[in-house]
């Protein structure tokens, strides 16, 4: 036998990494996401950089408290997060500090500007792209804290979020196939029943759910999340999706992440986002029609709507969905289950990571020429006639009359 090895348990090391930003992929109210190389000792590898516009210290501590929930997280359905970087403020260019002036302007730190421009960093020419630290003008004052941008760094999921895959299938007046619709769903009840022994998620919602290019379902963005059965510090989310109790701030438990995927279902079911208030309304009436809209109405059963929608998705969908939570499913590992046993596999073969990895490129050339691998893959498309259908549309004559009148209220609401 060759030599022992030492041990080198509790030795320190400082990392080598070496990250540059290669565009912009995504912004939101209040953060903006980047794709990156990450070069760590030659090793090169896409990541996503997602930074604040803000350095209010309650949105610097947001940010790590989404760090800290989500590096524990470790499930094939939620995308990684491997943690915090940060670079100095000299090196950031200063249209993107300008913004964070501004923002931070709204949020009581009106002096963060005139600081940022006293020091007087200057950034060097292209360093938007390859950010190096630059030599400070002047040393900084005893006890003085450099000021730094801190980003939390994720795994690059190559693929689309599922906001734009729904919003794609409506340009084409399409849907989603059922099956493929409760698939993604089961998996990201998956994640679900993972994430639940810890957090509530608080903003599950088709923009925070990705579809890399294996079929593999992602949920992303735990920056709001709480802990289980514990207090709701902020309000945050998105209105259209949130349970009657997320809206009145109410202390929360998976149930409330369950109704948010129910409402994401019925969506992806009927092509219909039911619950969504009307666009440009000033935020403190937009939040009272969406309390209005979850406390004093239900939608209607989603195969009540469409002919092609099986009654058993539909009523798991109406489960989900209950304005009591006592009502609701659970736990999200019934609703996984449930989707599975009774739908997704009931007949034996179903959908799978490949099967919507094969839809999707299927989707992206327009059903030009399936392969008879993927008409294998999506083989459970077959209909009695034993042909395969892979186009769902979304045409006036797929909906019931009381689909219709459905369609024609939503519309009418939104045009206000």
Same mark, same amino acid.
């Given at each position: 036998?060759?030599?022992?090895?030492?041990?080198?348990?509790?030795?320190?090391?400082?990392?080598?990494?070496?990250?540059?930003?290669?565009?912009?992929?995504?912004?939101?109210?209040?953060?903006?996401?980047?794709?990156?190389?990450?070069?760590?000792?030659?090793?090169?590898?896409?990541?996503? #950089? %997602? *930074?604040? &516009?803000? +350095?209010?210290?309650?949105?610097?501590?947001?940010?790590?408290?989404?760090?800290?929930? @989500?590096? =524990?997280?470790?499930?094939?359905?939620?995308?990684?997060?491997?943690?915090?970087?940060?670079?100095?403020?000299?090196?950031?260019?200063?249209?993107?500090?300008?913004?964070?002036?501004?923002?931070?302007?709204?949020?009581?730190?009106?002096?963060?500007?005139?600081?940022?421009?006293?020091?007087?960093?200057?950034?060097?020419?292209?360093?938007?792209?390859?950010?190096?630290?630059?030599?400070?003008?002047?040393?900084?004052?005893?006890?003085?804290?450099?000021?730094?941008?801190?980003?939390?760094?994720?795994?690059?999921?190559?693929?689309?979020?599922?906001?734009?895959?729904?919003?794609?299938? #409506? %340009? *084409?007046? &399409?849907? +989603?196939?059922?099956?493929?619709?409760?698939?993604?769903?089961?998996?990201?009840?998956? @994640?679900? =029943?993972?994430?639940?022994?810890?957090?509530?998620?608080?903003?599950?919602?088709?923009?925070?759910?990705?579809?890399?290019?294996?079929?593999?379902?992602?949920?992303?963005?735990?920056?709001?999340?709480?802990?289980?059965?514990?207090?709701?510090?902020?309000?945050?989310?998105?209105?259209?999706?949130?349970?009657?109790?997320?809206?009145?701030?109410?202390?929360?438990?998976?149930?409330?992440?369950?109704?948010?995927?129910?409402?994401?279902?019925?969506?992806?079911?009927?092509?219909?986002?039911?619950?969504?208030?009307?666009?440009?309304?000033?935020?403190?009436?937009?939040?009272?029609?969406?309390?209005?809209?979850?406390?004093?109405?239900?939608?209607?059963?989603?195969?009540?709507?469409?002919?092609?929608?099986?009654?058993?998705?539909?009523?798991?969908?109406?489960?989900?969905?209950?304005?009591?939570?006592?009502?609701?499913?659970?736990?999200?590992?019934?609703?996984?289950?449930?989707?599975?046993?009774?739908?997704?596999?009931?007949?034996?073969?179903?959908?799978?990571?490949?099967?919507?990895?094969?839809?999707?490129?299927?989707?992206?050339?327009?059903?030009?020429?399936?392969?008879?691998?993927?008409?294998?893959?999506?083989?459970?498309?077959?209909?009695?006639?034993?042909?395969?259908?892979?186009?769902?549309?979304?045409?006036?004559?797929?909906?019931?009359?009381?689909?219709?009148?459905?369609?024609?209220?939503?519309?009418?609401?939104?045009?206000?």
């Amino acid at each position: 036998m060759g030599d022992a090895i030492g041990d080198l348990t509790g030795m320190e090391f400082s990392s080598s990494s070496r990250y540059t930003i290669v565009e912009e992929i995504g912004r939101g109210g209040m953060g903006i996401v980047f794709l990156a190389e990450k070069d760590c000792e030659g090793v090169v590898d896409d990541v996503v #950089l %997602k *930074t604040l &516009r803000s +350095l209010s210290p309650e949105h610097e501590q947001k940010l790590k408290d989404e760090a800290n929930i @989500a590096t =524990a997280l470790r499930h094939e359905n939620i995308v990684k997060t491997y943690g915090l970087e940060s670079i100095p403020l000299g090196v950031v260019p200063d249209a993107f500090r300008q913004e964070m002036d501004e923002l931070d302007s709204q949020h009581g730190r009106r002096k963060l500007g005139e600081r940022l421009r006293a020091r007087k960093r200057m950034v060097r020419s292209g360093v938007s792209k390859k950010l190096e630290p630059k030599r400070r003008s002047r040393r900084e004052a005893p006890g003085e804290k450099e000021l730094r941008l801190s980003m939390l760094v994720m795994d690059y999921v190559d693929g689309t979020d599922l906001r734009q895959l729904q919003r794609q299938h #409506l %340009k *084409t007046r &399409r849907l +989603l196939p059922c099956l493929l619709a409760g698939f993604i769903v089961s998996r990201l009840a998956r @994640a679900l =029943a993972y994430a639940h022994e810890w957090i509530v998620h608080r903003d599950i919602s088709p923009e925070n759910v990705l579809v890399n290019n294996q079929g593999v379902v992602k949920l992303s963005d735990f920056g709001i999340a709480v802990p289980t059965d514990g207090p709701s510090p902020i309000f945050a989310g998105k209105l259209g999706y949130m349970s009657p109790e997320q809206l009145r701030g109410d202390p929360l438990d998976g149930r409330s992440d369950i109704y948010s995927l129910g409402i994401v279902l019925y969506h992806l079911l009927t092509g219909i986002p039911v619950l969504q208030p009307p666009p440009k309304l000033p935020f403190a009436q937009a939040l009272q029609e969406a309390i209005g809209l979850v406390t004093e109405w239900q939608p209607p059963p989603p195969h009540t709507v469409r002919y092609d929608i099986p009654e058993v998705i539909s009523d798991l969908c109406m489960r989900m969905i209950e304005t009591h939570p006592d009502g609701r499913i659970r736990r999200a590992d019934d609703v996984a289950s449930l989707l599975e046993q009774k739908y997704l596999y009931a007949e034996g073969f179903g959908p799978t990571n490949n099967s919507l990895a094969a839809y999707v490129s299927l989707f992206e050339r327009g059903f030009d020429a399936p392969t008879s691998d993927e008409l294998r893959q999506l083989s459970f498309l077959t209909s009695l006639d034993g042909s395969v259908h892979l186009e769902r549309t979304a045409n006036g004559a797929d909906y019931t009359d009381s689909g219709r009148e459905l369609v024609k209220e939503y519309r009418e609401y939104h045009r206000g």
